[in-house]
């Protein structure tokens, strides 16, 4: 049977687009485990991908194709009071969420932002971030994109990535800049969190597999027997890169603003600093004939 992704309007959430088999097609997912499911993270948080039953270490647990030029609603953030305080290093918190809600192409430059691994994918952005990392996802040059578990999963336990390769062997305070300055969030993994010395061993364990070649071209193996399963069709760089563009550029128009009034503030500042100079270096007599002219 030829499982292709259907077109789909924009559902309410997470779970609702991750219910069905028929409505993950829709989101562009050809694979998704029975052993995990969708559910709140706590607080705050929002939802997050957690393990129904014990995952061992190679369990594939999701494979799907980027969805644009389409860009869910659901995605992060849904509304302006959800937008960040920074992303890609321009401050948000200088828009009054107001604005953000009545420019609907910044909100959809904003959810590809902070979603977006190179392509944008739908249900694969439910999955949060961990400086101690139980899955890696991977991604085919054609835009096939699947998550597997580095480590086994306990029951009930969250499925995280690193966002980042960068911030693995960072100390805590470059993390968190790096974490902040990107997607706008303060990362509070047990790594993050001061949870002692217990996310030393889960650490080193994902490394070592990350370095293992063997398991790399199981998976990747994996992941070809699930394309040709789904008669996957290919989608270049250059077709992604189509629809990319024009869906960030009302954030990069901002950030290039941003820089043109630091530029002319900057300029105004040093000219009030080189005039308050010369003031200083005129000698006595010299202003007293300025000011009897």
Known sequence: MRLEPMASSDTASFASAAASP????AEGC???????RVAP??????SGLFALTDLPAGSIILVEQGVLPRVP??????????????VWGFPLQLIPSGVLDGCPCLMRSLRFALNAYGRLYALGSLVNHSCCPNTERIMREDGLSAFVSSL?????????????????????????????????????????AGGGESWEG??????????????????????CKIARACRYSPQPS???????????????????????????????????????????????WFIRVQEGR
């Open 22 to 25: 028929e409505s993950r097609r």
């Open 73 to 86: 609603t659901y995605l992060h953030p849904r509304s302006g009071s959800e937008a960040p305080a920074c």
């Open 30 to 36: 050809y694979f998704w485990s029975e052993a995990v």
């Open 41 to 46: 993270c706590g607080g705050s948080e929002g």
């Open 202 to 223: 889960p650490l080193r364990a994902y490394l070592q597999a990350a370095r293992d070649d063997e398991a790399f071209r199981r998976n990747g193996s994996h992941l």
């Open 152 to 192: 086994p999963i306990a029951a009930g336990e969250e499925v995280t990535v690193s966002y980042s390769d960068v911030v693995l062997g960072c100390p805590r305070c470059l993390r968190q800049a790096f974490l902040f300055h990107r997607f706008g969030f303060w990362c509070s993994c047990c790594r993050c």
């Open 238 to 284: 250059s077709e992604h890169w189509m629809h990319a563009f024009p869906c960030i550029l009302p954030l990069l128009a901002l950030q290039s603003g941003l820089l043109v009034l630091g530029g002319l503030a900057a300029r105004r500042v040093r000219r009030s600093f080189v005039t308050s100079r010369l003031q200083l270096a005129r000698p006595s």
